[in-house]
């Protein structure tokens, strides 16, 4: 069975960062692309980084590029979301997603399988 959990989030002051953590059972996520989205009310899964297994290159949404951080740990079957000058507008639910096509886009419908989700809130 497979199960992506994601753990990290919490509530931090604008300017602040977080880490967020993707650990992976039943898949190993050295073989997918491995992508953070983050999920608003009333709006879709918004991609923000990915990883890609096959030459270990990353993408970034726009708005997060310079101030957000992907890696990979295959040691420990996991990835990160270093996120630093935290702002309010990335305030939401994140969800890590394996894609096994290794298309290395943020698209979540390429992505076969989800973790729940952790909230991020940055407010004052």
């Known amino acids: 069975q497979v199960q992506l959990v994601e753990s990290g989030g919490g509530l931090v002051q604008p300017g602040g960062s977080l880490r967020l953590s993707c650990a992976a059972s039943?898949?190993?996520?050295?073989?997918?692309?491995v992508g953070w989205f983050r999920q608003v009310p009333g709006k879709g899964r918004e991609g923000v980084a990915c990883?890609?297994?096959?030459?270990?290159?990353?993408r970034y949404e726009n708005t997060v590029q310079g101030r957000f951080t992907i890696s990979s740990d295959n040691a420990k079957n996991s990835v990160y979301l270093q996120m630093t000058n935290l702002k309010p507008e990335d305030t939401g639910v994140y969800y890590c997603?394996?894609?096994?096509?290794?298309?290395?886009?943020?698209?979540?419908?390429?992505?076969?399988?989800w973790g729940q989700g952790t909230q991020v809130t940055v407010s004052s």
């Open positions: 039943g898949i190993r996520l050295g073989s997918y692309t």
């Open positions: 997603g394996a894609d096994p096509l290794d298309l290395a886009i943020l698209n979540e419908e390429v992505y076969d399988h």
């Open positions: 990883f890609s297994r096959s030459d270990s290159s990353t």
